[in-house]
């Protein structure tokens, strides 16, 4: 399977759009970031973007194949890495997602899991080799995310925790389950969930208030709620054409929770409009709709698996991060891909990306 | 759906991905970027102007500007009252995140007890949330530095420069003066307060409350930028704060302090007026209070301590304490006998007392045969006792009514006492009972149901050394205030006011050199003033009905209050004084050396700011001021002013 790639056959297009996204995340981390004590953030950014985008490099030279021959270590060391965490991580406001790598680097492992998942279900479903899923191929690929997803849930870090569904989603997509098997998960899902939402105590109180204040955001002004308000009354003031950089009241005064991680795009809003916003989302269709593409030009049906989890990931994130920001879902937590600061999430979606240029330059099969 | 249809499986084979599933993808990624747009929509375009709000809400805090108030000067325009730059504490219960979890700290840090921090959030509970509480006044440094440094923990707390009010110390004219406060709730609700807010400082009594409007301006308020922890971090506009006009008292600081010394070590009240125009130049009232700790930190301990003080340190016992006058009502006795036609030639037999209507009433000595003159000189009960037997208890009442007994003097200040003259009518109409003679003996001498205050007396003997001429007494001088003010003053003070009653030329003359005797061989010769025309009467008011007009004075609570009103000069007078000592006793001893030492301060200024010491002598001489006679004299020959033998008089009245 192996073939000769260039850059030549590297998707110019997507790095492009990409580019664009992470020079926008740049600038509105820097205005959010100006009066505060993180104002060196933008470089930080700057910094990750460019460590992103040497592994996006490196990891689109080596064949995906290969890399799908060692997705179940790569899986294998991402459950570890999991367990690691609950013992040597370190404790940031209520949870244990990190592990201090020294000089100031915490490695988030959760992040990296995404990763191993996408791949280990890819290569789940080459094995079944255009096969229909069955009830025990259903049952293994539930096992396969429901492990690292409920470690990671211990963490606890429901929002992280949740991004691994898409994955699973997407997976049975593609990989034909049938509508009677759809019925029959959607079933036992709301059970599960019922069950878990009567018991209540399964949830961490700041999550079980971040779902009630999701229903009545005046109760807790302090809380979740306020945070949703905060980031309501930024996007809306915005208007349609924005308040300007660096002049967005709710984000420059502090009203808006951490403006440069999980609420950017409540701060971008407030300070580029309906317009800037829109723009935003035009990007990411634009992103989305070429992964679709390189999907459907991969050469081989593992090729696709890998390219659409991506998709599903990104999108998933996506949604739940700018629903949250407008006030359509609950406070998960979750960061925008491309546009939150952070180092764990900048380098998996390059990652993530490495991985679909790989699939597209190895997408004429000899 | 597609995805799910048999048709896919072949293609599944082909290891390729089934366009139908990626184009489904498609489907799935538009409509959730279309939802996401959606939501932007709302929020941007439709909820835009209540989003604005909102932000500028958070943003933009308006902060009050306390107008400073009006400083308060004394007749020179030395001050009397001052302001001072301080800081205050208050609560913004809206920037709190757990304001009971941090009560603990702010009381630590602000010195306060844990329990008075939740009575005032109780007190505030119903008000709403941006409403800023103030919750300690005046802080010191160390408070303010705590402040600053937990800005953090605790964003609620917010610190405001204010004028506040600096009153003289020791309670220096503190019930003239009175003090500020905050308005509670309760105070809210009276219609006194109808354009007040909550927490603005008023004047509650003096000069303070009645000239609240004047004095305090008009408050202004700041637009603030503030971010979420309420730190301020820019200003948007301003409303000036106006500030309160000065107040220019009748009092005179050196006549007031000369009184503030005499009354040192005594109960009671003096007060000093100008008989000419009704000024009030001292006022004093003991014991007093410091109104600098009701301005700012009123303790408790503070507060019970005045609240429960047998001796009632917040009234102010010069325009409140209604007492029986004694011996100084005879000169009211004197008055209406005179015009009256019944004194002039009456002669009583003084053997330490009469029997009237079956009962022995007592005097304190054997004075023997007694005149008017002699009868005010010595004071003589048994003269007085005949005389209101004469008279009758309705036409005794007449008088004293027409005096301004009775009757509030409508005085500018709050919470004036009305006093009582008891009289047939009042009988009937207070206890429904006939009035008996017998009752008329007691009134003569100023006992009975007789009760005045300290400044109805001044301003009756005022009025009658002045030849009849009655003023409202008032500490501001009415030209003085804005325009509209002064009506409304007068109306809701209602008095007695100015009035003018008829005093025969020879009655008045009669009765003030009688007065004018009193401190050079009668009761109150131990307080004469040497080359001063100081006229005066001493009063000693038996607590006990049984002792009336006796020698025994008791002692305690039980003891006799002492009065004096003197006046110099004697006739058309420049200042009257009257002093009541609580429990002092005798009038010539514990009241009168003490009226004698303001009337000295004020004649001394006079003649210093005068310049002319040499005119000492001749103002020693009975004046004759160009002050017009009193009315219904028919006569121009008859006006005291014009008559020689007024003007030529001796100084002092040689026994």
Not at chain 1, 327 to 353: D, E, Q, R
Not at chain 2, 170 to 197: M, P, R, T, W
Not at chain 2, 470 to 480: G, S
Request: charged share 20%; with cysteine.
């Amino acid at each position: 399977m192996q073939r000769f790639s260039s850059f030549r056959d590297f998707d110019w297009m997507l790095m492009g759009l990409v580019s664009l996204m992470s020079v926008l995340s740049v600038l509105e981390i820097k205005s959010a970031t100006l009066h505060t004590r993180f104002h060196d953030f933008d470089h930080k950014q700057i910094a990750f973007l460019l460590a992103g985008l040497l592994l996006m490099l490196l990891i689109a030279q080596i064949d995906y194949h290969r890399l799908l021959d060692i997705a179940p270590w790569v899986y294998a060391i991402g459950l570890l890495l999991l367990v690691a965490v609950r013992l040597v991580g370190t404790k940031v406001s209520g949870g244990r997602r990190w592990i201090n790598l020294g000089g100031g680097i915490h490695f988030q492992p959760s992040e990296w899991v995404k990763l191993a998942l996408i791949l280990v279900m890819a290569r789940f479903f080459w094995g079944l080799a255009g096969r229909q899923p069955g009830w025990m191929d259903i049952a293994k690929v539930f096992t396969l995310i429901g492990v690292p997803m409920a470690l990671v849930l211990i963490q606890p870090d429901l929002g992280t925790a949740l991004t691994y569904f898409p994955i699973l989603v997407a997976g049975l997509f593609l990989g034909g389950i049938r509508l009677r098997q759809v019925i029959v998960l959607l079933l036992g899902l709301i059970l599960l969930v019922g069950g878990a939402w009567m018991s209540g105590k399964r949830l961490k109180p700041y999550q079980m208030a971040r779902l009630t204040s999701f229903i009545d955001p005046g109760s807790d002004p302090r809380g979740a709620g306020y945070q949703i308000l905060q980031s309501k009354i930024a996007v809306g003031s915005g208007g349609l054409w924005g308040k300007g950089t660096n002049q967005g009241t709710q984000t420059q005064g502090d009203f808006l929770p951490i403006p440069y991680t999980d609420f950017i795009f409540a701060a971008f809003c407030e300070e580029h409009g309906f317009v800037g916003g829109v723009g935003v989302l035009l990007l990411y269709f634009l992103i989305l709709m070429r992964l679709i593409e390189n999907a459907q030009q991969a050469s081989d049906l593992p090729g696709a698996f890998l390219v659409i989890g991506v998709v599903a990931v990104l999108l998933f994130q996506i949604v739940v991060n700018i629903g949250m920001v407008v006030g359509l879902m609950p406070v998960t937590g979750i960061p925008l891909p491309l546009m939150s600061y952070g180092g764990s999430s900048i380098l998996f979606t390059f990652l993530a990306l490495g991985i679909v240029m790989n699939v597209r330059m190895r997408r004429f099969v000899n | 759906m597609a995805f799910m249809s048999k048709s896919d499986r072949p293609s599944d084979r082909d290891e390729k991905v089934s366009a139908n599933k990626l184009h489904a993808t498609q489907y799935i990624v538009v409509l959730v970027l279309a939802v996401l747009a959606a939501g932007m929509w709302r929020l941007q375009i439709l909820g835009v102007d209540s989003y604005r709000v909102l932000a500028e809400a958070n943003r933009v805090r308006k902060e009050p500007v306390r107008a400073p108030r009006g400083k308060i000067f004394d007749r020179d325009g030395r001050i009397l009252v001052d302001n001072y730059p301080s800081v205050s504490c208050y609560l913004l219960r809206e920037q709190s995140k757990d304001l009971q979890a941090d009560i603990p700290l702010i009381a630590r840090g602000l010195d306060l007890p844990v329990e008075q921090i939740e009575a005032t959030l109780r007190r505030y509970a119903s008000s709403p949330k941006y409403v800023s509480i103030p919750l300690k006044l005046d802080i010191t440094q160390d408070e303010q530095a705590f402040i600053e440094a937990h800005r953090n923990e605790l964003p609620e707390l917010e610190t405001f420069d204010e004028q506040r009010r600096l009153y003289p110390r020791d309670g220096f004219a503190a019930h003239l003066i009175g003090y500020v406060g905050e308005l509670s709730a309760e105070d809210l609700n009276s219609s006194k307060y109808d354009f007040y807010q909550p927490g603005d400082v008023v004047g509650k009594s003096g000069v303070e409350e009645t000239y609240d409007e004047v004095l305090r301006g008009t408050d202004g308020s700041r637009d603030v930028v503030v971010d979420s922890h309420g730190k301020e971090v820019g200003q948007l506009g301003q409303q000036l704060a106006v500030p309160g006009k000065d107040l220019r008292l009748t009092i005179d600081l050196d006549v007031q302090r000369a009184a503030e010394l005499a009354m040192q070590g005594h109960n009671g009240a003096l007060v000093a007026m100008d008989p000419h125009t009704g000024e009030i130049l001292a006022m004093v009232s003991r014991p007093t209070y410091d109104p600098n700790q009701f301005s700012v930190r009123l303790t408790k301990d503070y507060w019970s301590q005045i609240v429960n003080d047998p001796d009632h340190p917040m009234m102010n016992k010069a325009i409140q304490a209604q007492d029986a006058p004694g011996s100084t009502f005879k000169i009211i006795m004197s008055l209406a006998g005179l015009q009256e036609g019944v004194a002039q030639d009456m002669r009583v037999m003084c053997n330490g007392g009469g029997t009237f209507y079956g009962r022995f009433f007592a005097c304190d000595k054997h004075h023997g045969m007694v005149d008017i003159e002699h009868g005010i000189e010595w004071s003589c009960d048994t003269f007085y006792y005949t005389l209101a037997e004469k008279l009758g208890i309705d036409t005794i009442a007449k008088y004293a009514t027409a005096v301004g007994l009775s009757q509030k003097t409508g005085i500018d200040l709050p919470d004036e006492a009305t006093g009582t003259m008891p009289s047939t009518a009042w009988k009937l109409k207070t206890q429904h009972e006939k009035w008996y003679a017998g009752e008329t003996i007691s009134v003569g001498i100023g006992q009975g149901s007789v009760q005045v205050t300290p400044l109805q007396l001044a301003r009756a003997l005022g009025g009658i050394a002045s030849g009849g001429v009655l003023k409202r007494p008032h500490v501001v001088f009415p030209d003085e205030l804005p325009p509209d003010m002064l009506p409304a003053i007068q109306s809701t003070f209602p008095g007695s006011g100015d009035r003018v009653i008829p005093i025969t030329p020879e009655n008045w003359e009669t009765i003030t050199d009688a007065m004018a005797a009193v401190t050079v061989t009668g009761t109150a010769a131990a307080s004469h003033l040497e080359g001063i025309d100081f006229a005066g009467k001493t009063g000693t008011a038996q607590l006990v009905s049984h002792s009336i007009g006796g020698n025994n004075l008791l002692t305690g609570n039980a003891r006799a209050n002492a009065w004096f009103v003197g006046m110099a000069p004697r006739r058309n007078p420049d200042i009257v004084v009257a002093v009541l000592t609580e429990h002092g006793g005798w009038g010539a001893e514990a009241a009168a050396p003490l009226a004698a030492q303001v009337i000295n301060a004020f004649v001394t200024k006079q003649r210093q700011r005068e310049g002319n010491l040499l005119r000492v002598i001749e103002a020693s001489k009975p004046a004759v001021s160009p002050v017009p006679g009193p009315s219904g004299v028919p006569t121009a020959s008859a006006t005291p002013a014009a008559r020689p033998g007024a003007a030529s008089a001796p100084a002092v009245k040689q026994p």
